[in-house]
């Protein structure tokens, strides 16, 4: 009897070793779940911030590109109010001394 005793004390004591060593384990589990969480969540901000750096760029350079298109516009605009003024004015001139002439005459 005292050996069974001594026994069952003796696994009852292995048990509770184990039990301690699985909860030394679990929370040794559970410490790198939380840190792999955290990862995660870090990860996920860095995707978002580099959408959102992303997003600026490509506003930046559409940005940049209505502006050269604006610009080339006025250029345009430019060139042809010269060449309207390139045009006219050597036309008009014959026309009005043609007129003149013919006037005094």
Same mark, same amino acid.
């Given at each position: 009897?005292?050996?069974?005793?001594?026994?069952?004390?003796?696994?009852?004591?292995?048990?509770?070793?184990?039990?301690?060593?699985?909860?030394?384990?679990?929370?040794?589990?559970?410490?790198?779940?939380?840190?792999? @969480? +955290?990862l995660?969540? !870090?990860? *996920?901000?860095? #995707? $978002?911030?580099?959408r959102?750096?992303?997003?600026? &760029? %490509?506003? @930046? +350079?559409?940005?940049? !590109?209505? *502006?050269?298109? #604006? $610009?080339?516009?006025?250029?345009?605009?430019?060139? &042809? %109010?010269?060449?309207?003024?390139?045009?006219?004015?050597?036309?008009?001139?014959?026309?009005?001394?043609?007129?003149?002439?013919?006037?005094?005459?």
């Amino acid at each position: 009897m005292r050996h069974l005793i001594s026994s069952l004390q003796n696994h009852n004591h292995q048990l509770k070793g184990d039990v301690q060593r699985y909860k030394r384990k679990l929370r040794e589990v559970q410490a790198e779940i939380n840190k792999a @969480e +955290e990862l995660r969540a !870090r990860a *996920r901000e860095l #995707e $978002e911030r580099e959408r959102r750096e992303s997003k600026k &760029l %490509a506003d @930046e +350079e559409a940005l940049r !590109r209505l *502006r050269a298109g #604006e $610009e080339h516009i006025e250029l345009l605009q430019r060139r &042809l %109010a010269a060449t309207k003024q390139s045009r006219i004015t050597p036309q008009m001139m014959y026309d009005v001394m043609y007129v003149i002439t013919r006037d005094d005459v």
